[in-house]
């Protein structure tokens, strides 16, 4: 299942960077839940220009997050909202 088609329904987020929000479970340790705030971090400095792609990227793949797995889906997502 995938951010674009979830039960056919187009979720439209409030801000753009929602799209590229990461979340990690309750239960998850220190240094989990500071990656993610990391990684969430880096994508609004990302989308406002402020983050090479380049660096966005390994960033993503250091936390073991496929970069173009994950910014393609993305991609998908905004391609359905323009149609």
Same mark, same amino acid.
């Given at each position: 299942?995938?951010?674009?088609?979830? #039960? #056919?329904?187009?979720?439209?987020?409030?801000?753009?960077?929602d799209? *590229?929000?990461?979340?990690?479970?309750?239960?998850?340790?220190?240094s +989990? $839940?500071?990656g993610?705030?990391v $990684? #969430?971090?880096?994508?609004s400095?990302?989308l +406002?220009?402020? =983050?090479?792609?380049? +660096?966005? %990227?390994? *960033?993503? #793949?250091?936390?073991?997050?496929?970069? %173009?797995g994950?910014?393609g889906e993305?991609e998908?997502h =905004?391609?359905? *909202? =323009?149609?």
């Amino acid at each position: 299942m995938s951010i674009a088609s979830d #039960n #056919n329904l187009l979720w439209v987020p409030p801000d753009i960077s929602d799209l *590229l929000t990461v979340s990690v479970e309750g239960h998850a340790d220190d240094s +989990t $839940v500071q990656g993610m705030l990391v $990684v #969430n971090g880096a994508a609004s400095q990302w989308l +406002t220009g402020t =983050m090479d792609d380049y +660096t966005y %990227f390994e *960033l993503l #793949n250091h936390y073991g997050i496929d970069p %173009f797995g994950f910014v393609g889906e993305v991609e998908d997502h =905004m391609a359905l *909202l =323009m149609k």
